[in-house]
Every structure is written in C-alpha cells, then in structure tokens.
C-alpha cells in the first residue's frame, strides 16, 4: 500500500502544472486565473496552514483523510484536476453533499428491496460523501468517510452523466490526483492536427518505456511487456493500445481490443484486420452497421477489405497465410487441426514460432490465425501464454515450458460429465488403414458424397436440416464428423444421435469394413431416451465378426466376442452406468489402438457428412411418416422428429 503521508507532493504538482501550461494553444485558458496560472506555471494556489486545516474539520466535524491533508498544506485548492474539474477544493470549499444533486433518489429507483451494503454504495455516496467538486462539466467528485482504509484513507468516487458508467473508485485523494494527471496526458495525447505537440519529460520517458516494452514482450516477458504498456496506455501514449491489445487477444481477451493506430495501417492490417472482424461477425447477427466504428480513418480499399474478410468469416471461407517457412509451417498446422489433431497442429505452430517474421516494428506476434475458422479454436489461455512466452522476431530469449497437450489420446474421456454440451449419447466409427476423406465412400449413399468445410457440429447440423426438405421417421441419417483417430484409424463421430431403436437398427461396420476393419460404438448408457444402452460391432473385409447390445437390462451378443470386451464383465456388477461406460471404453481403444480427439470434436471445426440410414426400412404392415418441405416453407426446429406411428405417406 502506497504511504501517502510520505508523498512529496510539490514536485509532482509543480511538474502538472508546467506540461499543463506548455500544453495550451494561446489563447485557450478559460479565463484571467486561467491565464494567471499558466504564466506562473502554477495550476494551485497558497499552501494551508494546519490552522486553516483544522477550521475545516472542525466545521465539517470529521479529521480529513491523510493525502487530502498533506495535499492541502501545499496548495489549497487545484484547477484542471483532469479535463473534466475545472477547480477542485479547498478547505474552504470542501461541503458535505448531503444528496445536494437529488442522485441518491435516481440511483435508489434502479436497486432491488434486498439490495445490500455493496448495491447501495451508488444511492448512499451522494447522502454522505463530501464534495470536493466547485466548478466542472457536470462531473461530481465525492470522498466516502465510510469507505475507509486500515491508514484512515478515504475512497474517492467520481461520476458524470454523460460517461454511462457507475461511478469510478479511487483508493484515496493521492491516487485520485494521480488518475486526473493521467487524464490530463491522456487528451493532450489526442491533439487535433495544427494544435501544439504535447511532448516534455514525461511523455518522452514513456515513450522509452513503450519501445522497451515492444523488445521485451518480442523476448517473451509478455508479463512485464504488458504491465509497461499498460500504463502508458493510460497516459495516451500514442503506441501503447495497440501493441497491448496484441498481448490481450493472444490471453483470449477480446473486450475493448482494438488493435488503436494499427488495424487501419495497410502493413498490419492483414493480421490486425481478420480477428477484429470475427469479432464482429460472432456478435453482429448480420447487423453490419458498426463493423467500420473501430476503423477511423481506414481509406476506401481498407473498408472493402473489412467487408470482403466478413463474408469470408460468415462463410467459413477465411484462411490464414503468412510469409516464409512460417507460413508453410502454418499450412501444415491447419491440414493437421483438420483433421482432428489439434495437439500436433498446436506444436508445428509453436515450433516455427522462430521462424515468424513481424510485418512492422509494432508487430509483436501472428494473429489472423485466431479468426481461421480450423486454426482458431487451437487457442486456448495456457497456449496463448506459451505463444507469448516464446522468443520471436529475431529477438533472444528463454523458450518456456510446452504447454500440455489437450487430448488425452483414449476414448474413455467420452464418459466425463459434459454439462457444456449436455452429451448423453453418441456414436462412432473406426475405420482402420484409412484416410478420414475416404469415410463417406464407406458410410454414404452413391459415390458423390462429398465432405462438408470444416465447421462446428452445430453449425453442420443448422446447415444440413436448412437444406433438408425431407423427415421420416424410419430414415436416421446420422451427420458425422471426420478425423484421424490415432495411428492407423479414421473416426466419423455423431454427437447427437437420434434414440437407439434396436429392433430396426442395422450396424455399418461390414458396410465400412471392405478390406480392413471397422469398429461402431453406441452408447446411451446416460440417455435420456429411454432405456440405457451400449452397442458394439466389429467387422472385417466386409462381414460382421462379433457384436453385442446391452438394453433393457439384457445382453444380446454374436459372434466370438474377445474376452477384453465380453459384455458380461461390465453388466450386471457395475451398478453405475458411467462406470461401465468408462471401463468399456477403455477396453475398446485398449483392443483396437485407437482415440479420438476431444478438443477437436468438442471445441474445434471438423469436416462433416451425412451417411446412409443406421436403421433398416420398414417391412410390411409397418408404419411410418414422411415429411416433405416445400422450398420456402418453414422448417422443424432444431431436433424435431416424427413419430414412429404416424400414418403412412407415400
């Protein structure tokens, strides 16, 4: 905690005053003490004697806070505290508000009835505080006598109407008049174009501090980096937002990151440009009017490059390129995440990290990749950090430890609580010898079947029921997710399977196994459909070799079953249906050697296809419906199944 009893007061103040005084056009001061106090270089007035002091407290019946004292015993008084309090007061000034602005009413219309201490600071500063403002643009300064800390220090709070925002704590009167010092530097740093430059010792140390940072956070102490421009940030230094905003959107912060005094310049907007936009295409819902709010300034060809990279974000279409063996690093990282294997994408990226080459002085690290749609679910807070931590732009430094991977490379993770997704059923195929592009040939209908762009899975499924323009109820045509699972297998993964219905249920491994071997897996043993339960089929050159289903309490098996995966080992006595789910689980990647990608199938994009019926037509004197669409007409929501018993539509 800061001692302000120890601050030296005169030479902060004195410094305020000259960069304020430097800092004006002629002819701006507000008035003759205006213009008094800029030729004297002195924004205070006289010194308090502790006489005058102890008048105050005595009128106002309280000690004053211990920076607000020893501030007055050096001026009484201060003008231009920031760009808002035009004079500040003194200890003959300084009043109890005693809700004199009639705000406590207005901030008590908007809290509850069991509103608590905390909830009511807003409404009971203005009844309490003592107002330090004389003469502002309708900004009110209050010091909290109840908000007090363990050296007797008040808060300060300040609000005005026209920010939109609660009222900003201040931990005492020193750190007040620190922030209206900030304030002061940070509109200076903002001049209009013919208006003097603000420079003078203070804004030249920053900027040294600025360009210390750049080096620094190219080193990997992004930390450090980070805590210098943050401060500089917030004296305006002209720099500062930007190259932090870098480190921020690597963290995964996408708040308030704007990527200031770069996005708009042609050398880094190519990188600065793509995740700002993919920020605006997550949140917009096609109400494009703010896309160009955090480009001022960008010419005509900037603005057409916005909009061409949204339509590419809103298509799926956008992909990432960088110069040099980096930029082959990163094609061979995106063919790896595209086909489930984010953990080894993760690690060509990081590995060529070196190689990277920064397109400005103030590029700090590659971060269009964030907006691919394949390569950006690959950042998580941890790699970020890792991507920050290492050495790049032709800089030294110390490379961190590697971040550990996010597959847990088995099957058995599909048995953990997933409340995110709510899964309580699924289904998937192995196909052994394979490549995952070669699945739908297995799996579909005809021989056109083709793969869909990498995307979420539900952002597949909206896809595939928007073009569907038939239902029925005996069809369950399952849309799969493709990949790599493991060394040797390729995996198509439904997330969100209709219900298990055994009787007309057809198994695809023989139709998936022609000249190797398949593996199907069901499992709803945590359904919500019904009856628990589990499936598995395993088939090779083309024919079922054993198979077995747990439902309804009964097991139903063909076939010489290995004694790994002998049903009869998990039913019965594992009472726990996660349990046996688990332990199944494992003993199937234990037989068969392969896994499949969690972060990838979870939080990642992935190509996807529809494949043939998983259950049979119907025989004769079954029922069923069929739905059909007309263009244009409205479509099921998301889910909606027919009914088996529903009349039959030819």
Known sequence: MTDTTAFDWRPFLLKWSGEWADSLPDGETRGEDDETARQARWLGFPPAS?????????????????????????????????????????TQEAHWHDNESGLADVFEEYLDEDAGPEERLEADIWRRGLQLDV??????????????????????????????????????????????YRELHSLRAHRSDGEPVFANDTTRDLDALVEEARLEALRGGWERAGEALDEAKEYGRPRAAGLGDQIRRLLGQTYMVYFDGLVTDPRYAPEMLPPLVAEHAAHSYR??????????????????????????MRKGTYRYTAAGPFGEAVERARELARWGDTDGAWRTLIDALSLWEPLGPD???????????????????????????????????????????????????LAEPDPGNNRTSYRFVLVE???PQELPGRLADGDGTLLNEPMTFWEARDRSLHDQREFSSYDDRALMAVGRAGTGWSFAFDGDPAPFDQRRFVSPAAAASAGTRAVVVWSGL????????????????????????????????SGEIPQALDPSRFFGDLADGVEAERSLLEAVAGEFGASLPRHAILNGRLHTFATRSWTRPPRNGETYAVIRMHRGAPRPADGERTGDDGPASR
Do not use: C
């Not at 007797?152 to 609660?166: D, F, H, L």
């Not at 395993?538 to 098996?557: H, K, L, N, P």
């Open 433 to 435: 010898g394979v490549e």
């Open 287 to 312: 109400d494009d009017s703010t896309l160009t709010f955090h480009l001022g300034g960008a010419d005509d060809d900037l603005v057409s490059l916005a909009y061409a990279t949204l339509d590419q």
């Open 50 to 90: 502790e006489e005058r002091i102890a008048a105050m407290e005595a009128r106002l019946g309280r000690r004053m806070p211990p920076s607000y004292r020893e501030f007055l015993k050096v001026s009484d008084g201060w003008r231009h505290a920031g760009g808002f309090v035009w004079l500040l007061a003194g």
């Open 363 to 413: 590029h700090l690290a590659p971060l269009g990749w964030v907006a691919d749609p394949v390569l950006g679910p690959l950042l998580t807070p941890g790699r970020g950090h890792e991507l920050l931590s290492t050495p790049r732009g032709g800089q030294a430094g110390e490379a961190p430890r590697p971040t550990v991977g996010l597959d847990p490379g088995d099957l058995a993770w």
């Open 526 to 557: 945590r359904t919500w459909h019904g009856e628990p339960f589990f499936h598995l089929s395993v088939a090779r050159d083309g024919a079922e070799q054993y198979a077995f289903t747990y439902g309804d309490g009964e097991i139903r098996q």
């Open 135 to 180: 003469e502002s643009d309708i900004t009110h300064v209050l010091m909290d006598p109840e908000d007090v800390d363990e050296d007797g220090e008040w808060a300060v709070y300040t609000w005005a109407s026209w920010r939109a925002a609660p009222p900003e704590r201040h931990a005492n009167f020193l750190e007040f008049m620190r922030d209206m």
